[in-house]
């Protein structure tokens, strides 16, 4: 490594460190020498300029707090003498920006994806098991592994369950939620075939979720009420062989890229995601929206301190007004039960580097790049806009990920700082911020931004990252959570259990 910190904008009165510095250690910033003055670990922030008590600490260009006690140049700059500057609910005006990035129209460039007889697109061939209520979770485990063994071949590429906990002794809004993230799970076009299971006294009973789920093709989804068969796994097995059949229609054939839907998610995020991994998907966001594709981006409570930004590229001021509702919205949610609105970032989150909200959703946001908002969505809806869509849903990484999939991203990438194995039941690509994690997390780890602090170019590694996912989309290549089985779902929760 060239350098031991990076500036990341010419405002900025921080620098990062890329390695761990020591006490006396001098760095060089704009031919200007400074000597560290405490242990700083890599990823995390040291000012190269006083910053009075009171004053802003400016990163990526924008204030990610205010200082607490005066902080003299080649000082640690974290939690012990920096606190964030938010509070509260806010009034927005639209002020929209020009730079922002749309579609330029369908692009010549293909990826093999399977046509569904709707029209949609599917970048995998599987046979999916939809349970309506947790209480068969462990049937639907046993049905997918057996039929699994009988049809995982070279045209259907698995048989999948998504155990929950939910779908019974839920009301109003809180089980309408689950009936909408299974819903839209059940539409997904990576499932050749769909097998819903409904135990028969759930709230979410069978009748009621078809409601939900709308117009169908009978030949793709298929039901079974488990308390009104005598065999519900013979009878299961039994369904998932016409399902099977069915799904061996389809073959691969040249898809437009604009037909790409790609969910943008961070966690266990570092001092390096909003250096590496998170500009790294802005990137990719910008060169698939320009192609004519979509991307969503959601973990709303991580846009706070930095929603201004998206909606300044809201595509016009109903859209801007949407923007603002989702952020508001979430932070009534908050207050509503009693809970500080800026409890955040996480205590992996600080002991990699992020010390306040601004300064992790500045971060989080760059996951968007420039692209003009085109649509705001309520948890459990589906995209249905080229461009970059924003998507009502938690921080948490098992919520997020299953609702960015439910809103009908193919592929969900995933960047992190500290690891983690959790994958959704999309292809989800673990994109490490540092190289050492991907040395380190090998069976974890599918694409290293780390690179970026160590010489590449970012327009290099974002072409080769670009072709990773056309040839991830063309099933040349899996993501490690398919390799390994880490395949789940979670669900928001927010009312009465009964």
Not at 388 to 393: I, P
Not at 406 to 411: E, P, Y
Not at 426 to 452: C, H, M, Q, R, Y
Not at 456 to 472: A, H, N
Request: proline share 4%; hydrophobic share 35%; aromatic share 8%.
């Amino acid at each position: 490594m060239s350098e031991p910190t990076i500036m990341i904008h010419e405002r900025d009165n921080v620098t990062i460190a890329l390695q761990d510095l020591k006490p006396g250690e001098t760095i060089v910033i704009d031919r200007e020498e400074i000597i560290v003055q405490q242990a700083v670990r890599a990823g995390h922030k040291i000012a190269r300029k006083p910053i009075p008590e009171n004053e802003n600490v400016i990163k990526y260009g924008y204030p990610i707090g205010k200082a607490t006690t005066p902080i003299d140049i080649g000082d640690w700059v974290h939690t012990h003498n920096v606190m964030t500057n938010l509070s509260g609910t806010l009034e927005y005006k639209y002020n929209p920006t020009s730079d922002k990035v749309a579609s330029q129209g369908e692009s010549a460039r293909t990826f093999q994806g399977y046509v569904r007889k709707n029209g949609e697109v599917g970048i995998r061939n599987e046979i999916w098991i939809i349970n309506t209520v947790g209480c068969i979770n462990k049937t639907a485990e046993v049905v997918a592994k057996m039929a699994n063994e009988q049809h995982k071949d070279d045209q259907i590429d698995g048989v999948f369950h998504f155990s929950h906990l939910f779908g019974c002794s839920q009301l109003g809004d809180d089980l309408h939620n689950t009936q909408k993230i299974l819903s839209s799970l059940v539409h997904h076009p990576n499932a050749a075939g769909v097998l819903v299971m409904g135990l028969g006294c759930e709230n979410n009973y069978i009748d009621a979720f078809k409601q939900v789920i709308g117009d169908f093709d009978e030949e793709r989804v298929k039901f079974i009420s488990v308390q009104e068969t005598t065999d519900e796994i013979e009878h299961s097995l039994d369904l998932i062989d016409e399902l099977a059949e069915y799904a061996r229609s389809f073959r691969r054939e040249a898809v437009p890229v604009s037909k790409l839907k790609v969910g943008l998610k961070c966690g266990g995020s570092d001092g390096f995601s909003g250096i590496t991994g998170n500009p790294l998907l802005g990137a990719f966001s910008d060169k698939l929206i320009q192609q004519g594709g979509a991307t969503v981006l959601t973990e709303v409570p991580e846009m706070f301190g930095a929603e201004s930004i998206l909606m300044g590229r809201a595509k016009d001021e109903q859209t801007f007004r949407k923007i603002v509702d989702l952020v508001n919205d979430f932070k009534e949610y908050f207050l509503r039960h009693g809970q500080n609105v800026y409890e955040n970032p996480s205590p992996g989150n600080k002991e990699g580097g992020i010390t306040t909200l601004e300064e992790k959703s500045l971060g989080n946001v760059q996951k968007g790049g420039f692209g003009e908002v085109v649509d705001v969505l309520p948890y459990g809806d589906r995209m249905t806009s080229g461009g970059l869509n924003l998507l009502q849903g938690p921080g948490n990484d098992l919520v997020s990920t299953t609702a960015l999939a439910a809103a009908g991203a193919h592929i969900v990438l995933f960047t992190t700082g500290r690891g983690t194995p959790f994958g959704g039941p999309v292809p989800t690509v673990k994109i490490s911020t540092n190289s050492a994690l991907a040395e380190k997390k090998k069976n974890w780890i599918d694409f290293n931004a780390g690179a970026l602090i160590e010489g590449k170019g970012k327009e290099e590694l974002t072409e080769e990252f670009f072709d990773y996912i056309v040839e991830l989309a063309s099933g040349t290549n899996q993501t490690n959570n398919e390799k390994f089985g880490f395949k789940e779902i979670s669900i928001f929760k927010d009312g009465v259990i009964l």
